[in-house]
Protein backbone atom coordinates (compact mmCIF):
# COMPACT_ATOMS: atom_id res chain seq x y z
CA UNK A 1 0.00 0.00 0.00
CA UNK A 2 0.76 3.71 -0.92
CA UNK A 3 2.75 5.49 1.75
CA UNK A 4 3.58 9.56 1.76
CA UNK A 5 4.91 11.92 3.99
CA UNK A 6 4.84 15.95 3.92
CA UNK A 7 6.23 18.74 5.77
CA UNK A 8 4.12 21.22 5.73
CA UNK A 9 4.78 24.70 7.35
CA UNK A 10 2.80 26.78 9.50
CA UNK A 11 1.66 31.06 8.13
CA UNK A 12 1.48 34.25 9.72
CA UNK A 13 -1.68 36.16 8.67
CA UNK A 14 -0.68 39.74 7.75
CA UNK A 15 -4.64 40.24 6.83
CA UNK A 16 -6.27 37.67 9.48
CA UNK A 17 -9.32 35.23 9.16
CA UNK A 18 -11.49 36.24 11.93
CA UNK A 19 -15.28 35.66 11.54
CA UNK A 20 -16.68 33.19 8.94
CA UNK A 21 -19.74 33.31 7.16
CA UNK A 22 -20.19 29.65 7.08
CA UNK A 23 -18.27 28.31 10.34
CA UNK A 24 -19.23 24.72 9.14
CA UNK A 25 -17.33 24.96 6.07
CA UNK A 26 -14.86 27.70 7.20
CA UNK A 27 -15.92 30.03 4.53
CA UNK A 28 -14.70 33.43 6.08
CA UNK A 29 -16.37 36.90 6.06
CA UNK A 30 -12.84 38.40 4.34
CA UNK A 31 -10.36 37.77 2.81
CA UNK A 32 -7.11 37.39 3.99
CA UNK A 33 -3.09 37.54 3.39
CA UNK A 34 -0.25 35.10 4.70
CA UNK A 35 3.24 34.75 4.63
CA UNK A 36 3.93 30.68 4.86
CA UNK A 37 6.71 30.04 6.86
CA UNK A 38 9.82 27.81 6.45
CA UNK A 39 11.26 26.46 10.13
CA UNK A 40 8.02 25.50 11.23
CA UNK A 41 6.61 22.94 10.26
CA UNK A 42 3.76 19.20 10.98
CA UNK A 43 5.29 16.50 9.33
CA UNK A 44 2.59 13.83 8.48
CA UNK A 45 3.30 10.10 6.99
CA UNK A 46 -0.17 8.50 6.10
CA UNK A 47 -0.07 5.46 4.75
CA UNK A 48 -3.73 3.78 2.85
CA UNK A 49 -4.15 0.60 4.61
CA UNK A 50 -6.39 -2.60 4.65
CA UNK A 51 -8.69 -2.74 8.19
CA UNK A 52 -11.77 -1.16 9.16
CA UNK A 53 -10.45 1.57 11.20
CA UNK A 54 -8.20 4.50 10.93
CA UNK A 55 -4.68 4.28 13.13
CA UNK A 56 -3.69 7.88 14.51
CA UNK A 57 -0.47 8.47 16.39
CA UNK A 58 1.73 10.94 17.59
CA UNK A 59 5.58 10.34 16.55
CA UNK A 60 7.27 11.87 19.47
CA UNK A 61 10.76 14.33 19.39
CA UNK A 62 12.81 11.70 20.73
CA UNK A 63 11.12 8.67 18.64
CA UNK A 64 8.55 6.13 19.89
CA UNK A 65 4.63 7.13 19.39
CA UNK A 66 1.83 8.24 21.68
CA UNK A 67 -1.76 8.30 21.08
CA UNK A 68 -3.67 11.65 20.53
CA UNK A 69 -6.32 13.20 22.38
CA UNK A 70 -9.55 11.85 21.86
CA UNK A 71 -10.81 15.07 20.62
CA UNK A 72 -7.69 15.45 18.54
CA UNK A 73 -8.29 11.82 16.92
CA UNK A 74 -12.02 12.62 16.54
CA UNK A 75 -11.03 15.62 14.38
CA UNK A 76 -8.26 13.62 11.84
CA UNK A 77 -11.07 10.93 11.51
CA UNK A 78 -13.79 13.62 10.59
CA UNK A 79 -11.19 14.74 7.76
CA UNK A 80 -9.90 11.92 6.69
CA UNK A 81 -13.64 11.00 5.84
CA UNK A 82 -13.77 13.99 3.96
CA UNK A 83 -10.64 13.47 1.77
CA UNK A 84 -12.32 9.39 1.43
CA UNK A 85 -15.35 11.07 -0.38
CA UNK A 86 -13.15 14.13 -2.56
CA UNK A 87 -11.32 10.63 -3.13
CA UNK A 88 -13.70 8.35 -3.84
CA UNK A 89 -12.44 5.71 -2.02
CA UNK A 90 -12.94 3.99 0.80
CA UNK A 91 -9.04 2.92 2.34
CA UNK A 92 -8.35 3.38 5.77
CA UNK A 93 -5.55 5.33 6.86
CA UNK A 94 -2.37 4.81 9.39
CA UNK A 95 -1.42 8.27 10.19
CA UNK A 96 1.33 9.84 12.74
CA UNK A 97 2.37 13.13 12.77
CA UNK A 98 4.91 15.27 14.24
CA UNK A 99 5.55 19.45 15.31
CA UNK A 100 8.56 20.85 15.10
CA UNK A 101 7.51 23.61 16.85
CA UNK A 102 5.34 23.68 20.44
CA UNK A 103 1.61 22.54 19.35
CA UNK A 104 -1.47 24.78 20.03
CA UNK A 105 0.50 28.10 20.98
CA UNK A 106 -0.66 30.46 18.90
CA UNK A 107 1.46 29.42 16.15
CA UNK A 108 -0.67 27.76 13.99
CA UNK A 109 -0.38 24.03 14.38
CA UNK A 110 -3.43 23.44 13.07
CA UNK A 111 -3.05 25.01 10.29
CA UNK A 112 0.40 22.95 9.26
CA UNK A 113 -1.26 20.04 10.56
CA UNK A 114 -4.48 20.19 8.67
CA UNK A 115 -2.30 21.06 5.65
CA UNK A 116 0.25 18.18 6.17
CA UNK A 117 -2.60 15.86 6.35
CA UNK A 118 -4.68 16.45 3.76
CA UNK A 119 -1.38 16.54 1.36
CA UNK A 120 -0.07 13.28 2.71
CA UNK A 121 -3.45 11.35 2.63
CA UNK A 122 -4.27 12.27 -0.69
CA UNK A 123 -0.86 11.72 -2.05
CA UNK A 124 -1.13 7.93 -0.72
CA UNK A 125 -3.82 7.49 -2.47
CA UNK A 126 -2.16 8.62 -5.43
CA UNK A 127 -4.14 11.78 -5.82
CA UNK A 128 -1.42 14.34 -4.32
CA UNK A 129 -0.36 15.82 -7.26
CA UNK A 130 -3.55 17.16 -7.75
CA UNK A 131 -5.18 20.58 -8.71
CA UNK A 132 -3.87 22.90 -6.12
CA UNK A 133 -6.87 24.79 -5.81
CA UNK A 134 -8.52 21.57 -4.95
CA UNK A 135 -6.33 20.63 -2.23
CA UNK A 136 -6.34 24.08 -0.68
CA UNK A 137 -10.04 23.74 -1.03
CA UNK A 138 -9.84 20.06 1.03
CA UNK A 139 -7.32 21.52 3.33
CA UNK A 140 -9.87 24.69 4.53
CA UNK A 141 -12.72 21.65 5.05
CA UNK A 142 -10.75 20.63 7.89
CA UNK A 143 -12.31 23.39 9.98
CA UNK A 144 -9.07 25.08 10.48
CA UNK A 145 -9.52 27.95 7.56
CA UNK A 146 -6.19 29.00 7.94
CA UNK A 147 -5.14 25.21 6.46
CA UNK A 148 -5.90 26.46 2.99
CA UNK A 149 -3.34 29.05 3.06
CA UNK A 150 -0.42 26.46 4.13
CA UNK A 151 -0.65 24.50 1.11
CA UNK A 152 1.35 27.21 -0.82
CA UNK A 153 4.58 28.93 -0.46
CA UNK A 154 5.25 32.54 -0.22
CA UNK A 155 2.93 35.23 -0.12
CA UNK A 156 -0.87 33.78 -0.16
CA UNK A 157 -4.36 35.06 0.10
CA UNK A 158 -7.68 32.89 0.65
CA UNK A 159 -10.56 34.52 -0.80
CA UNK A 160 -13.89 34.28 0.78
CA UNK A 161 -16.31 32.85 -2.20
CA UNK A 162 -18.39 29.44 -1.80
CA UNK A 163 -17.49 25.43 -0.82
CA UNK A 164 -16.02 25.50 -4.76
CA UNK A 165 -14.69 28.89 -4.94
CA UNK A 166 -12.97 29.37 -1.62
CA UNK A 167 -9.60 28.45 -2.10
CA UNK A 168 -6.00 29.79 -1.87
CA UNK A 169 -4.02 31.40 -4.57
CA UNK A 170 -0.33 32.48 -4.06
CA UNK A 171 0.14 36.40 -4.66
CA UNK A 172 4.58 35.93 -4.70
CA UNK A 173 6.62 33.44 -4.65
CA UNK A 174 9.04 33.03 -1.14
CA UNK A 175 12.03 34.19 -3.71
CA UNK A 176 10.45 37.52 -4.31
CA UNK A 177 10.91 38.87 -1.11
CA UNK A 178 13.33 37.54 2.05
CA UNK A 179 11.40 39.01 4.89
CA UNK A 180 11.81 36.74 8.55
CA UNK A 181 9.27 36.29 10.84
CA UNK A 182 11.08 36.59 14.74
CA UNK A 183 8.62 34.88 17.03
CA UNK A 184 8.95 35.77 20.44
CA UNK A 185 7.38 33.35 22.90
CA UNK A 186 5.72 34.55 26.26
CA UNK A 187 3.26 31.44 26.59
CA UNK A 188 3.28 28.03 25.76
CA UNK A 189 0.40 25.37 26.08
CA UNK A 190 -3.34 25.67 24.73
CA UNK A 191 -4.83 28.75 24.40
CA UNK A 192 -7.89 28.88 26.40
CA UNK A 193 -10.67 29.79 24.16
CA UNK A 194 -9.95 27.93 20.11
CA UNK A 195 -9.81 29.93 17.32
CA UNK A 196 -13.50 28.16 16.64
CA UNK A 197 -14.89 30.08 19.33
CA UNK A 198 -13.51 33.42 18.26
CA UNK A 199 -14.56 33.33 15.05
CA UNK A 200 -18.23 32.53 16.62
CA UNK A 201 -18.48 35.25 19.12
CA UNK A 202 -16.94 37.94 16.11
CA UNK A 203 -20.95 39.09 15.38
CA UNK A 204 -20.91 40.03 19.25
CA UNK A 205 -18.30 42.62 18.66
CA UNK A 206 -19.90 46.06 17.98
CA UNK A 207 -16.50 46.98 16.35
CA UNK A 208 -16.94 43.90 14.05
CA UNK A 209 -18.83 45.47 11.21
CA UNK A 210 -16.26 48.56 11.44
CA UNK A 211 -13.55 45.97 10.54
CA UNK A 212 -14.55 44.78 7.75
CA UNK A 213 -15.59 48.04 6.15
CA UNK A 214 -11.51 49.08 6.59
CA UNK A 215 -10.16 45.68 5.10
CA UNK A 216 -11.05 46.54 1.30
CA UNK A 217 -8.06 49.44 1.78
CA UNK A 218 -6.18 47.50 3.96
CA UNK A 219 -5.86 44.33 1.28
CA UNK A 220 -4.90 46.45 -1.15
CA UNK A 221 -1.87 48.08 0.65
CA UNK A 222 -0.82 44.69 1.95
CA UNK A 223 -0.83 43.08 -1.86
CA UNK A 224 0.74 46.19 -3.12
CA UNK A 225 3.16 46.38 -0.04
CA UNK A 226 4.17 42.46 -1.04
CA UNK A 227 4.25 43.19 -4.86
CA UNK A 228 6.57 46.44 -4.00
CA UNK A 229 8.75 44.71 -1.43
CA UNK A 230 7.69 47.58 1.00
CA UNK A 231 8.01 46.25 4.53
CA UNK A 232 7.55 50.66 5.39
CA UNK A 233 3.91 50.10 3.94
CA UNK A 234 3.40 46.54 5.24
CA UNK A 235 4.44 47.35 8.56
CA UNK A 236 1.74 49.66 9.66
CA UNK A 237 -1.07 47.79 8.31
CA UNK A 238 0.09 44.42 9.81
CA UNK A 239 -0.21 45.78 13.82
CA UNK A 240 -3.22 47.60 12.72
CA UNK A 241 -4.90 44.18 11.63
CA UNK A 242 -2.87 42.22 14.64
CA UNK A 243 -4.65 44.89 17.37
CA UNK A 244 -8.31 44.49 15.54
CA UNK A 245 -8.39 41.01 15.65
CA UNK A 246 -7.22 41.62 19.62
CA UNK A 247 -9.98 44.45 19.95
CA UNK A 248 -12.63 42.55 18.58
CA UNK A 249 -11.76 39.32 20.65
CA UNK A 250 -11.44 41.50 23.74
CA UNK A 251 -15.11 43.26 22.91
CA UNK A 252 -17.13 40.01 22.00
CA UNK A 253 -20.04 38.19 24.30
CA UNK A 254 -18.26 37.00 26.49
CA UNK A 255 -14.99 38.47 26.06
CA UNK A 256 -11.66 36.74 25.20
CA UNK A 257 -8.27 37.81 26.10
CA UNK A 258 -4.88 36.64 24.61
CA UNK A 259 -2.77 38.66 25.05
CA UNK A 260 -0.48 38.07 28.49
CA UNK A 261 1.80 40.14 29.83
CA UNK A 262 4.69 39.33 27.85
CA UNK A 263 2.71 40.07 24.63
CA UNK A 264 2.52 44.13 25.69
CA UNK A 265 6.53 44.16 26.99
CA UNK A 266 7.15 42.79 23.14
CA UNK A 267 5.19 44.86 21.28
CA UNK A 268 6.84 48.22 23.84
CA UNK A 269 10.49 46.05 22.01
CA UNK A 270 9.27 46.27 18.71
CA UNK A 271 8.39 50.05 18.85
CA UNK A 272 11.35 50.45 20.72
CA UNK A 273 13.46 49.12 18.30
CA UNK A 274 11.28 50.41 15.30
CA UNK A 275 12.59 54.45 17.11
CA UNK A 276 16.47 52.81 17.08
CA UNK A 277 16.11 52.51 13.37
CA UNK A 278 15.35 48.78 12.90
CA UNK A 279 12.33 47.80 10.24
CA UNK A 280 10.07 45.35 12.93
CA UNK A 281 6.54 45.35 12.87
CA UNK A 282 4.36 43.11 15.32
CA UNK A 283 1.67 40.69 14.71
CA UNK A 284 -0.55 38.23 16.79
CA UNK A 285 -2.74 35.53 15.85
CA UNK A 286 -5.43 34.14 18.34
CA UNK A 287 -2.98 33.68 21.02
CA UNK A 288 -0.15 35.49 23.41
CA UNK A 289 3.12 35.27 21.34
CA UNK A 290 4.32 37.74 18.98
CA UNK A 291 5.71 37.10 15.35
CA UNK A 292 8.20 40.84 14.37
CA UNK A 293 8.23 40.31 10.73
CA UNK A 294 11.40 41.85 9.88
CA UNK A 295 14.45 42.23 7.20
CA UNK A 296 16.76 40.23 7.12
CA UNK A 297 19.40 43.16 8.23
CA UNK A 298 17.49 43.71 11.45
CA UNK A 299 16.90 39.93 12.28
CA UNK A 300 19.70 39.63 14.47
CA UNK A 301 19.25 42.46 16.86
CA UNK A 302 15.33 41.39 16.75
CA UNK A 303 16.28 38.37 18.17
CA UNK A 304 19.08 39.52 20.78
CA UNK A 305 16.82 41.93 22.14
CA UNK A 306 13.57 39.82 22.60
CA UNK A 307 15.45 37.14 23.73
CA UNK A 308 16.29 39.65 26.74
CA UNK A 309 13.17 40.14 27.68
CA UNK A 310 12.24 38.67 31.17
CA UNK A 311 8.83 37.51 29.93
CA UNK A 312 9.79 35.85 26.70
CA UNK A 313 10.59 32.37 27.07
CA UNK A 314 12.78 31.82 23.71
CA UNK A 315 12.57 33.01 20.62
CA UNK A 316 12.26 31.01 16.87
CA UNK A 317 13.76 32.33 14.38
CA UNK A 318 11.73 31.94 11.00
CA UNK A 319 11.17 33.29 7.05
CA UNK A 320 9.48 33.27 4.28
CA UNK A 321 9.27 29.59 2.74
CA UNK A 322 8.32 27.70 -0.27
CA UNK A 323 5.37 25.38 0.61
CA UNK A 324 5.17 21.92 1.97
CA UNK A 325 7.74 19.31 0.16
CA UNK A 326 7.57 15.52 0.19
CA UNK A 327 9.94 14.04 2.84
CA UNK A 328 11.85 10.83 3.06
CA UNK A 329 12.44 8.99 5.68
CA UNK A 330 8.58 8.23 6.80
CA UNK A 331 7.89 8.52 10.55
CA UNK A 332 7.05 5.12 10.55
C1 LIG B 1 -6.18 34.17 14.27
O1 LIG B 1 -9.96 28.63 12.26
O2 LIG B 1 -7.86 28.60 10.84
O3 LIG B 1 -4.89 32.53 13.16
O4 LIG B 1 -7.96 26.10 13.48
O5 LIG B 1 -6.74 27.40 15.23
O6 LIG B 1 -5.76 27.14 12.94
P1 LIG B 1 -7.01 27.21 13.77
O7 LIG B 1 -7.71 28.56 13.35
P2 LIG B 1 -8.52 29.00 12.08
O8 LIG B 1 -8.41 30.58 12.28
C2 LIG B 1 -7.20 31.26 12.17
C3 LIG B 1 -7.29 32.47 12.98
C4 LIG B 1 -6.04 33.31 13.05
C5 LIG B 1 -5.91 34.27 11.85
C6 LIG B 1 -5.43 33.69 10.55
O9 LIG B 1 -4.55 32.80 10.55
O10 LIG B 1 -5.88 34.17 9.51
Known sequence: MSKKTIAAPANIAFIKYWGARDLDHALPQNSSISMTLERCVTQCTAEAISGDRDEIWLAEQGGGFSSPEPDFVHRIEEHLDRIRRWAGRDERFRVATRNSFPSAAGLASSASGFAALTLAAAGALDRGDGPIEELSRLARSSGSGSAARSVLGGYVEWPPGDDETSYAIQLARADHWDLRDVIAVVEIGPKAVSSLDGHRRTLTSPYFRKR?????????????????????????????????LHLIAMSSQPPIFYWAPGTLEVLRAVRELRQEGLHAWATMDAGANVHVICDPDSEEDVAERLEDLPSVGFVIQDSVGDGPESEEPHLF
Open 212 to 244: LELLPGRLERVREAIDQRDLGLLGPVLEEEAID
